[in-house]
Structure formats: C-alpha cells, structure tokens
T-cell receptor
Framework: RKEVEQDPGPFNVPEGATVAFNCTYSNSASQSFFWYRQDCRKEPKLLMS???SGNEDGRFTAQLNRASQYISLLIRDSKLSDSATYLCVVRNTGGFKTIFGAGTRLFVKA | EAGVAQSPRYKIIEKRQSVAFWCNPISGHATLYWYQQILGQGPKLLIQ????????DSQLPKDRFSAERLKGVDSTLKIQPAKLEDSAVYLC??????????????FGPGTRLTVL
C-alpha cells in the first residue's frame, strides 16, 4: 500500500463548478499536511497547508480527518487557471520525511 | 528573496554515462531534499539532508546514485552509470529551519534528464 494515495484523475469540470479531491495516508504518526499545485512542466508550489480544524483560502477549502487518515481539497467556482495537477503531501514526525501523492489532474473547461 | 537554483535545466545523455546535478537552496535553509519525478507520477524522495548530514536516503539507489551537501549549503546529485529508467525530472527543494514540522518546502525549477 502506498503511503499517500490520491483520487485517480483526470477530473474534467466546467468553469464555475465545485470539485473535491480526496487523499488518504497510511502512517498514523503523520503530523503535517499540505496541498501543492503543479502546472505542466513546472515545479510544485504550495497551495495551502491543512490544519486540524480545517482552513479556507478564498475558493479553496482544506479538511483533515485524523481518525480516518484522509485529507480533502474543495475548489469552488472553478476557473480555467485552476487547471493543474494537485499533489497531496504528508510530513511525518522524527526526520520530517515528506511524502507526495501521485497527484490528481484537473482540467477546467470554458 | 532568491529561490532554489538548479542547473543544468536540461540534460540528454546516453545510457551508462555519468551525470551530475547541482542545487543551491534558499539562503539559510537547513533542510535540503532531492526528488525524482517520473512523468505522470508525484515526486519521489531520493535523499534528505539536514545541514550537511543525511536524514533519509532509504529510496536512493545507492549502487548508482550519490549525493553530497558540502558545508551544509550547495548540493550535488550524481548518477553513475545512468539507465534508461532514470529519465525524469530531478527536483531540489529546501525548507527553512528544519525544526518546525509545518515549515513550507520550496522547489527549484528542476533538471529534466533524458537517457537515450
């Protein structure tokens, strides 16, 4: 079993749609969680950290469920510019090993 | 603030040749990572340094890959000899203090390696 697993993609949605991505992790000792965005042929960039109480940044909402070991990302009112790959990232305690999921590809169409 | 610098940006070699990649992290960042990203996959951690010491290299193919971080600043990743399956983007990332588990990682632009 992979340490971090994400929804298989791609997701194809129209502009204005709401889309949700899920991610599960296997190590219960995991301590920090992030969503990164990666555009085609570019490096990953931090989209948002995920806090235990859930957090929102504009159209983006991240949730963490430690009991079930999953993380979610909700994008409201999708824009064409949201088209990218979204990477779920988990960091463990101790050596702060950081594990990336395989990513979920999102296509937003006009 | 300058970002993570990597060079070269692109490299094409034949199998069994050697290649080296260089990374200059953001100034003051204690933690440095090397990732391998194969097309269609997420970044896979190869090695993690804390200052000039290795924290994790469990997924580094040590028979052909080596990495060092001299004086806790710049780092070099080497492949010798290269195989076809090493074709990937090699990403370097750094993180500020190395103490706070929630610190953000910043990535360089990557080196795209093609092995023929």
């Amino acid at each position: 079993r992979k340490e971090v697993e994400q929804d298989p993609g791609p997701f194809n949605v129209p502009e204005g749609a709401t889309v949700a991505f899920n991610c599960t992790y296997s190590n219960s000792a995991s301590q920090s969680f992030f969503w990164y965005r990666q555009d085609c042929r570019k490096e990953p960039k931090l989209l948002m950290s995920v806090y235990s109480s859930g957090n929102e940044d504009g159209r983006f909402t991240a949730q963490l469920n430690r009991a079930s070991q999953y993380i979610s990302l909700l994008i409201r009112d999708s824009k064409l510019s949201d088209s990218a790959t979204y990477l779920c990232v988990v960091r463990n305690t101790g050596g702060f090993k950081t594990i990336f999921g395989a990513g979920t590809r999102l296509f937003v169409k006009a | 603030e300058a970002g993570v610098a990597q060079s070269p940006r692109y490299k094409i070699i034949e199998k069994r040749q050697s290649v080296a990649f260089w990374c200059n992290p953001i100034s003051g960042h204690a933690t440095l990572y090397w990732y391998q990203q194969i097309l269609g996959q997420g970044p896979k951690l190869l090695i993690q340094f804390q200052n000039n010491g290795v924290v994790d290299d469990s997924q580094l193919p040590k028979d052909r890959f080596s990495a060092e971080r001299l004086k806790g600043v710049d780092s070099t990743l080497k492949i010798q000899p290269a195989k076809l399956e090493d074709s990937a983007v090699y990403l370097c990332a750094s993180r500020p203090s190395g103490r706070a588990v929630s610190d953000t990682q910043y990535f360089g632009p990557g080196t795209r390696l093609t092995v023929l």
